[in-house]
């Protein structure tokens, strides 16, 4: 189980962030025995890093963590991911353990040269690993063929009850080449917990958010499994995935969601639960499309790399 750090910073989820906030929730986390932890440097343009950094130093437990961060997709030369990733260590103050390149590149460009500065970035111990985000089932078939010296470990992409295009070929892929799936928006933000009304920009915009909400069928499944089992829809929502082997990262503001990951984690979902929510999700598993594609595909994928970052600084990052 992993614990995402997207809301801490982002003005998407409400703007400034605060430092006592997460290391409220992480020192439940040290508690519950969940260490695994994602950012990025396009959260808040580096917030999430800084505010993680601080929170680590403030409880005396930067070497207690795996900390995940995702180097942008707009960098696709070896020495502009380089020297990303000694930024994102500076933030964080420390390195970090596993480094994904956040999204694909632009059209144009190289994928090889990209895995190329990660096998680098490994190679020249600025970090411990590293990992594709967002990659749909070519581009990452591309990658596989052309990393030279190091496998990649892990691959994060959308993935939970209302978005199961992953299961088509994605999920498989990962397995094949050991990489360990890593599941965004495993609540669809925050929609499969229960909340029927978008109270931030990132809810608002996002379709899966909406259909999840507004899905009656799904919302009472796993209402009623959730009663059965005396548990939050969240707890379920999650050990569902985790019974269909990805590793669910999930987003929080408020601490005691921490406590909730934490009975996921611990959770066995009974069989015929796994079979109510398989069944009652499966349009899922095909409204999304035949493949995976990230929500900024393919417009994203036409932007050149130097415009994106222009973007995402003049708006101060996701
Ligand atoms: N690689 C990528 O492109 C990518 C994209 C998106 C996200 N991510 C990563 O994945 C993480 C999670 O994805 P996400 O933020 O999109 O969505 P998510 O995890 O599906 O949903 C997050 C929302 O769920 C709510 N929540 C969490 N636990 C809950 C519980 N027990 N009961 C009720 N509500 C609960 C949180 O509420 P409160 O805010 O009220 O606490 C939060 O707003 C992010 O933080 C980020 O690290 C990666």
Redesign the pocket.
């Known amino acids: 189980m992993?614990?995402?750090?997207?809301?801490h910073g982002s003005r998407l989820?409400g703007g400034e962030g605060s430092v006592e906030r997460l290391a409220a929730g992480l020192s439940i986390a040290l508690e519950e025995g969940l260490n695994l932890l994602?950012?990025?440097e396009v959260?808040g343009w580096g917030e999430s890093e800084r505010l993680l950094g601080r929170a680590l130093k403030m409880l005396g437990a930067s070497d207690s963590f795996v900390v995940v961060s995702?180097v942008a997709g707009f960098r696709h030369g070896e020495s502009d991911i380089i020297g990303a990733v000694r930024r994102i260590a500076s933030r964080l103050g420390r390195a970090p353990d596993v480094i994904?390149h956040?999204?694909p590149p632009p059209a144009w460009a190289s994928v090889c040269r990209v895995v190329r500065g990660l096998e680098r970035a490994v190679s020249e111990g600025l970090t411990g690993d590293y990992g594709l985000?967002?990659y749909g089932e070519g581009l990452l078939a591309r990658a596989l063929e052309c990393q030279r010296r190091l496998e990649p470990i892990a691959l994060?992409?959308?993935y939970?009850l209302a978005y199961r295009t992953p299961e088509k070929r994605l999920l498989r892929m990962a397995a094949e080449a050991g990489m360990g799936f890593m599941a965004?928006?495993?609540?669809?933000?925050?929609a499969?917990?229960?909340?029927r009304r978008p109270?931030?920009r990132?809810?608002r915009g996002?379709p899966v958010f909406k259909a999840a909400s507004g899905d009656e069928r799904l919302q009472s499944t796993l209402r009623g499994v959730a009663e059965k089992l005396g548990v939050?829809?969240?707890?379920v929502a999650l050990a569902w995935l985790e019974a269909r082997g990805a590793i669910?990262?999930?987003?929080?503001?408020?601490p005691?969601?921490v406590r909730?990951?934490a009975v996921a984690a611990r959770m066995e979902l009974p069989g015929w639960a796994v079979e109510e929510l398989d069944s009652v999700s499966r349009v899922y598993v095909d409204l999304w499309g035949d493949r995976y594609r990230?929500p900024s595909e393919p417009l994203i994928r036409l932007v050149p790399g130097l415009a994106q970052r222009l973007l995402l600084s003049l708006v101060g990052g996701i």
Do not use: C, I
Request: no cysteine.
């Open positions: 992993g614990l995402g750090l997207w809301q989820w994602d950012t990025a959260y995702k994904l956040h999204w985000s967002n994060q992409a959308q939970s965004w928006s495993p609540l669809a933000k925050g499969l917990a229960g909340l109270v931030s990132a809810q996002d939050g829809m969240a707890e669910p990262v999930v987003g929080w503001r408020r005691e969601r909730a990951a990230p």
